[in-house]
């Protein structure tokens, strides 16, 4: 655990569903425009878009592994807009023009150009390669340049790497990614420099000595209005006051291709003694909204919850008010430490029903069907309906992922 006082230089981005919520840099409060965006332009389903996601992201693995990333990476699925993503207010150049670029530990380029167009000033300088980066919501190609960009008033990069997209698609309402995966996802990214890697904003805070660890932390609490402010990232340490007890960490999987992401190794219990994936490999990934489970272990989730597909509107399961009093928490156990999520967590906030297309007397499930089988590295994703309930650590410097409880773990929110 990192203790608040040993951080020299530490942001926390409040992250809200309106204009105004505040960031905070120890002992030095700053304000940030961040929002919760639900994005539900098209006709994919909440579990279609985070199925795509995830085929994007095993392809992408696939693709840097073969060494044609360029060649492989595109993928069959149509390109939807994200449904439910954070977004934070970047500046770039100087004068700086501010982005609103989606949080993303799913990837690792960071680029501007969806919405609002690349501003050129001073401090920007184009380099000789193009970028390029298919994702399972969507893709942008473009051209690299490196600029200034900042996180605040105290968070500052130099020479960063921005790609400036010319084409770009699945992005509307916001103006590109904050990529903050590991740093091996932008390999091949660029061209014709294929071979090399693109330091992400945690790597180039680290280096310059902005931040005094290779870190970033990540806090959300379970919000049942599309307005509260619910989250803070925090860079180059960990807030206490947004966890309890210690912080319990996992290497990052030797399993591929949940290995090439922040991926664990974890068994899930429904219950006490019902499994429904032991030894299993998956990630854990802010740009994923629900908990992704492999087809069999969905099934046994299924049958153990009593729950029925509804599949006309939202795709997620439904159970009836006499289930859900039964419903048994789910335990995940990752590296020996055990993390409840209870029945209320379960459950998909049931005033937010008819963002997702439901019928708002109904009781929804946030665990949906990852689309493939255990076994073939990727078998469940701890999206942001996991991490509303718990604190996360993704630390570059020790290939690690840390896992707390919150005072948020036990709450009756939804």
Known sequence: MFPGSSLIATLTLAIAAAAGPLIQVRDTP?????????????????????QARVKGLRRLAQAK?????????VISTPATNQAVGYVVNVDVGSPATTYELLVDTGSSNTWVGAGKVYVRTGTSTQTNDRVSVTYGSGSFSGTEFTDT????????????????????????????ILGIGP?????GTLSPDTSSTVPTVTDNLFSQGVITSNLVAVSFEPTTSL??????????GTDSSKFTGSISFAPITN?????????????????????????????????TTLTLLASDGFERYQIATGAVLDDDATGLLRLTPAQFANLQSLFFTVNGATFELTANAQAWPRSLNTA???????????????????????????????????????DTA?????????????????
């Open 356 to 394: 997702i297309g439901g019928d708002s007397d109904s009781i929804y499930l946030i665990v949906g069907d990852l689309g493939t089988n255990s076994g073939e590295g990727l078998d469940f994703v701890n999206g942001l309906t996991f991490l509303e309930r718990f604190y996360s650590v993704f």
């Open 30 to 50: 700053i304000t940030l425009s961040i929002a919760k965006r639900f994005n539900f332009t098209g006709s994919a389903s909440l579990l279609e878009r985070d």
């Open 398 to 414: 020790n290939r690690r992922v840390g896992l707390a409880t919150t005072s948020f773990t036990h709450a009756t929110t939804n």
């Open 149 to 176: 960009v900042s996180l605040g008033s105290s968070l500052t990069i130099q020479r960063q790497s921005i790609g400036v997209a010319s084409r770009s698609q699945g992005f509307n309402g916001v103006d590109g």
């Open 65 to 73: 592994t073969s060494g044609k990333l360029n060649e492989d990476a």
């Open 227 to 236: 307005s509260s402010t619910n989250g803070e990232l925090t860079f180059g």
């Open 255 to 287: 399993t591929f291709p949940a290995s090439d992401f922040w991926g664990i190794d974890q068994t899930i219990l429904y219950g006490e003694s019902e499994y429904i994936l032991s030894s299993s490999t998956g990630i854990v990934d802010t740009g």
């Open 183 to 187: 740093v091996d996802l932008t390999t």
